[in-house]
């Protein structure tokens, strides 16, 4: 192992030129005990050129920094730890996310906190389609747009996109609270506008400033289920 | 005797071969209920199966080993390739994913329990892993499925192994459903759900598409649980060939094929019925696919779809696979379709034997239901010992048949062992028409 200790006791850093990303998720894991309850453990990570599953499964207060692109999945299943990307993201950042934040500086690409159950996820560029698919939880914010069937079968959490939205925003869209600023270019199944009371300003205000961006939220849209599919009705067939 | 009383044939009535009681029965519910049906079970037509294939037992040119003192050893071990913690299961039979909400909690608990009496692993399902489930599992294998209810890295870690499921036999290409009265204040909260309503389970996973991306799937998942279980693949028998190749190609450790009798806790009759191709046709493929990559043996195969007894067992080990998987018959096991609920049966419009609305809720031996006072029906320490005795039969029979051939272990049963019933049996196994050496599609007839 040839990772350095740097300036603080605990801060470390990975250069995946010289390290592979096996060895920077398992020092991670091994190490996920000692950085526990003695605040954030800073850790850089440079020259990700493009790779996946970059910083996965972390179950401790990392403070990650990550210089550069990303490939797929990077910080999947993340718990506690805080993951930031200088850069582009793959598919899938965040997946199945359970706590913590993962900052995205750039763009994402598909599916971005897919399935993520908690945490937040914010991404400063734009996200492709169907981000926050099946999101069971977690906040997503978006300073940009996203893609086509973003939001698709999401169940709990919130999406909010600062930008625009693609087609197919919220298809068969369950719980999931879904807030955008800019223009929908069209609404899946089920999905509808949907009054945006004191509360809901109140959730998009303490979400954006958690994503410390600057917007107002009377300038949002809110959008949810009608929830007429929840359970299958034959009447409903041509909506499917 | 009157026309319309039950299965009231005289003399003159002549029912057609094409619209038959059932075929009639079925366009009259749907007239009637405007909505296709859905169903547990598995596929109820007859398709060419491990009954149309007999052993050819030792004899002259081959010997036998004495049945009841030389030694035919069942185990297996699975996950070799990649995993440094493989699966070692003392017998070839595994219990397949079933989720909880399709089943009771009690029957979860006891396929739990009568897997680990017998050293074979059980299998969690859509919803996630149970804590009785863990704790009565001594080998449980964690589904990553496209749906990720419950789904949780927790979880994931503590398995003994991780299957991610693209397909199963009852329905290659479709999602699920679990329908909203089986939807319980606890299954709702596994799976983020409010209670009542239609649980969708996605035809594809959320967040890859196609092998190349299967591949960097399955590499974040070892990354996350630092390459220590195995990783399978389950895939619902079609185009097997392919499926098992490009499995192979995206780093899987075991492929898991589920034949077309493969059974499910709801699906559509269309579905369940008319997609996908039986076990028998799809072995053979899989075990081309592996032998082509030089992988055969290296990464494990265990099929389903249709397992009920030691025969089957061994007909599959012999084409190839070195596991089968069961899960209709586990249930049975544990008191399905049990004669001692023929009340229970009745009141629901069913009977024993019959009964197939798995999806319902509604279930009299408290197993495909989440209303507790059935599921308390449901003893799982005895229902655990019913699986265990079960699987020790199968496996049983599965050695007396191998004993029979000449193998001191079932792994080292082969094609060769095999003769079939069927042309049509013939040309899917792969093996001669018996008192023939022919066999279809791969031999000329001589």
């Known amino acids: ?205 303490a979400l954006l400033a958690r994503a410390e961006v600057d917007a107002d939220p009377d300038e949002f849209r809110r959008y949810g289920s009608a929830r007429r599919l929840y359970n299958f009705h034959i009447d409903n067939v041509g909506v499917y | 005797m009157a026309v319309d009383a039950p299965l009231g044939w005289h003399p003159g009535l002549r029912e057609s071969a094409t619209f038959d009681r059932n075929a009639i029965a079925e366009i009259q519910r749907a007239a009637r209920e405007g909505m296709y049906d859905i169903r547990g079970f598995g596929a109820k037509r007859r398709v060419p199966h491990f009954d149309d294939l007999l052993f050819l037992g030792a004899s002259v040119s081959r010997y036998p080993l004495e049945g009841y ?84 890295p927790d979880d994931l870690r503590r398995a003994d192994a991780i299957e991610v499921v693209v397909g199963q036999g009852a329905k290659p290409g479709g999602g699920g459903m679990l329908l909203g009265h089986k939807i319980s204040e606890r299954v709702a909260e596994m799976r983020d759900l409010p209670p009542g309503i239609d649980q969708r389970s996605a035809c594809r996973h959320p967040d890859w598409t196609g092998p190349d991306d299967l591949e960097i799937k399955i590499e974040e998942l070892r990354e996350i649980t630092d390459w220590r279980i195995p990783i399978y693949v389950k895939v619902g028998a079609s185009r097997t060939y392919y499926d098992v190749a490009l499995a192979v190609k995206a780093g899987a450790d075991a492929i898991v094929l589920d034949g077309m009798q493969g059974g499910t806790a709801a699906t559509q009759e269309v579905f369940i019925e008319h997609v996908g191709i039986p076990i028998l046709a799809a072995i053979p493929q899989a075990v081309e696919s592996l032998v082509e990559l030089d992988m055969h043996r290296k990464v494990q195969l265990i099929v389903s779809g249709g397992i009920r007894t030691g025969a089957d067992v061994a007909k599959a080990l012999a084409l ?49 239901t989440q209303e507790p006072e059935l599921a308390a029906r449901l003893d799982p320490v005895l229902g655990g010992r019913r699986l265990a005795n079960y699987l020790r039969t199968l496996t049983l029979e599965a050695q007396t048949l191998a004993r029979a051939c000449g193998k001191s272990h079932v792994h080292n049963l082969e094609p060769e062992d095999l003769v079939a019933l069927t042309i049509e049996a013939a040309a899917m196994a792969r093996v001669p028409l018996a008192g023939t050496s022919w066999i279809p599609g791969v031999t000329a007839i001589s």
Not at chain 1, 74 to 103: D, W
Not at chain 1, 160 to 170: F, H, I, N
Not at chain 2, 102 to 127: F, Q
């Open chain 2, 69 to 152: 003192r030389e030694r035919c050893a069942t185990d297996v071990t699975i996950g070799t390739r990649f995993a440094s913690e493989p699966i070692h299961l003392d017998i070839p039979i595994t219990i397949a994913g079933m989720s909880f909400g399709a089943l009771s909690g009690p029957a979860k608990e006891a396929l739990g329990r009568g897997a680990s009496e017998v050293g074979t692993s059980t299998t969690t399902g859509d919803g996630g892993m149970t804590p009785e489930e863990r704790e009565h599992s001594t080998k449980l294998v964690y589904q990553l499925l496209p749906s990720r209810y419950g789904m949780n």
């Open chain 2, 320 to 368: 190839g696979a070195d596991a089968v998987s069961i899960g209709v018959a586990a249930l049975i096991a544990l008191g399905d379709n049990a004669p001692e609920h023929a009340g229970g049966y009745a009141e629901i419009g069913s009977a024993a034997g019959f009964y197939d609305d798995w999806q319902a809720g509604r279930d009299p031996a408290g197993i495909s």
């Open chain 1, 1 to 205: 192992m040839t990772a350095s200790e740097t300036t603080a006791r605990t801060a470390l850093s990975f250069d995946l030129r010289v390290e592979s990303v096996r060895e920077l998720n398992r020092r991670l894991h091994e190490e996920a005990a000692a950085a526990s309850g003695a605040g954030p453990v800073p850790v850089q990570v440079l020259h990700p050129d493009g790779r996946h599953s970059i910083a996965v499964g972390l179950t401790a207060d990392y403070d990650v920094t990550i210089e550069g692109h990303v490939g797929y999945y990077c910080a999947g299943m993340n718990q506690l730890a805080t993951v930031r990307v200088r850069g582009n993201c793959g598919v899938g950042v965040a997946e199945n996310m359970m706590s913590g934040s993962v900052i995205v500086q750039g763009s994402a690409s598909q599916a971005a906190g897919a399935t993520a159950r908690g945490g937040l996820l914010v991404i400063h560029g734009d996200a492709s389609a169907r981000c926050g698919i099946s999101l069971k939880g977690a906040d997503v914010v978006v300073r940009g747009s996203v893609g086509h069937m973003s939001g698709f079968m999401a169940q709990k959490g919130a999406l909010v996109v600062c930008g625009d939205a693609g087609e197919a925003l919220g298809d068969s869209l369950y719980e999931a609270r879904v807030y955008v600023r800019g223009s929908v270019a069209g609404l899946g199944a089920d999905c509808v506008e949907k009054e945006m009371r004191d509360e809901h300003r109140d959730q998009l205000a």
